[in-house]
């Protein structure tokens, strides 16, 4: 499958990167690490004309801890150096260990913590060759008006499938975003519509910048747990991320939230707040795990049963909130 034809653009900066953008946004596609796009390229899901390649701006890698307590990371810095950095798994160890499980560590050096946050929703009918999509008479996704997994509806189920986003939302992290009018910041719980098709709320003369982490989410106990088929390189077909912090034998504060169950990731905030003020036992996690599966709505786009993706959130979600307060 070859890659289709593409002119390469190589910014050196910010500034040129957006010029770009808005010079060429009908039809133009950017590359951080690659990792997603190349093989979505091959299958002919993004045909651009024009190909933004952000790798010469330096500016945008790095992890650097602000005085004021809170660290700011560049949307380019590769998920290996997350996974690596002592201060992230000093002060937010569920951000570290979701970085760790993303693919496999060759990915992980390529790919970015930008490209993760900005992924594409996944589905079995989407995530196919052109000739096979052809074959199967295309889906709303792309180049089609139907969807295989709920016909008769006119909305993409697509699963958001990354790992870090749901650390992300349990650290309270915003995005910066840069575009012609200047920068914005966002919580990441506003970053994502709920909608496969059009899944982040990004225009396309914009970009992610940075990730913020707030000094107030620092010191959390932190645990993520991901389903998979293959341990070593797959997507999450279910995830978990719990942030907690005790005090005095009670929870003080806890946070929950889930990936690749919904075209979101979701804060499950009814299932942390179960658990704010109490101590915590097996009957108290099995609560959470049922809301954080109640929340769930795993659909036939990815691979195993919804059933059992919806089952092993739950399972996810007691285990994790059992680890979280042991830790
Ligand atoms: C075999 C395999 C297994 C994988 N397993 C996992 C997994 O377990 N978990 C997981 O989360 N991911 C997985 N991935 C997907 C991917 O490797 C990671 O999500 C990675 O973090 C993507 O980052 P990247 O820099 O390579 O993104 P790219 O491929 O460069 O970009 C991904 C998307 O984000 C957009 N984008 C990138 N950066 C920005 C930015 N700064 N601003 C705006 N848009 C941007 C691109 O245009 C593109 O649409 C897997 C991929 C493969 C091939
Ligand atoms: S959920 Fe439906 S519209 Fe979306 S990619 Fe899958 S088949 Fe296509």
């Known amino acids: ?143 089609g008006n139907l969807c295989h997994v709920a016909p008769g509806g006119s909305k993409c189920w697509a699963a958001f499938s990354g790992d870090t986003p749901p650390a992300l939302l349990c650290l309270k992290a915003e995005i910066e975003i840069a575009g012609p009018n200047g920068v914005r910041r966002l919580p990441v719980n506003d970053f994502y519509t709920g909608d496969g098709e059009n899944y982040r709320k990004l225009a396309s003369d914009e970009l992610v910048t940075r990730v913020f982490l707030p000094a107030e989410s620092a010191g959390y106990r932190g645990v993520y747990r991901k389903l998979r088929v293959r341990g070593s390189i797959d997507y999450p077909l279910a995830g978990v991320a719990v942030v907690m912090k005790r005090s005095n034998g009670h929870v003080q504060d806890a946070r929950i939230a889930i990936t690749a169950v919904n075209p979101a990731p979701l804060l499950v905030h009814r299932a942390g707040e179960l658990l704010v003020g109490a101590v915590l036992d097996e009957a108290l996690a099995d609560a959470a795990g049922d809301l954080a599966a109640r929340a769930a709505k795993p659909l036939t786009t990815s691979a195993l049963t919804p059933e059992y993706r919806r089952e092993m959130i739950r399972v996810f979600t007691k285990r994790a909130v059992l680890d979280a307060a042991a830790n």
């Open 1 to 143: 499958m070859s890659l289709g034809q593409f002119k390469l653009l190589r910014p050196r900066n910010l500034h040129e990167a957006i010029s770009h953008l808005v010079k060429y946004s009908a039809n133009i596609r950017v590359l951080a690490g690659g990792t997603d796009l190349i093989p979505s390229m091959r299958q002919k899901l993004f045909e651009p004309e024009y190909v933004l390649d952000l790798r010469a701006i330096n500016e945008l890698r790095g992890i650097r801890p602000q005085a004021n307590g809170m660290v700011e990371i560049g949307a380019l810095t590769p998920l290996r150096a997350i996974e690596k950095s002592v201060y992230l798994l000093q002060h937010y160890p569920v951000f570290t260990e979701a970085a760790a499980t993303v693919a496999s560590p060759v990915l992980r050096n390529m790919g970015t913590l930008g490209g993760n946050i900005c992924l594409d929703t996944r589905c079995l009918w989407y995530n196919q060759s052109l000739t096979w999509r052809k074959g199967c008479g295309f889906c709303i996704k792309k180049d």
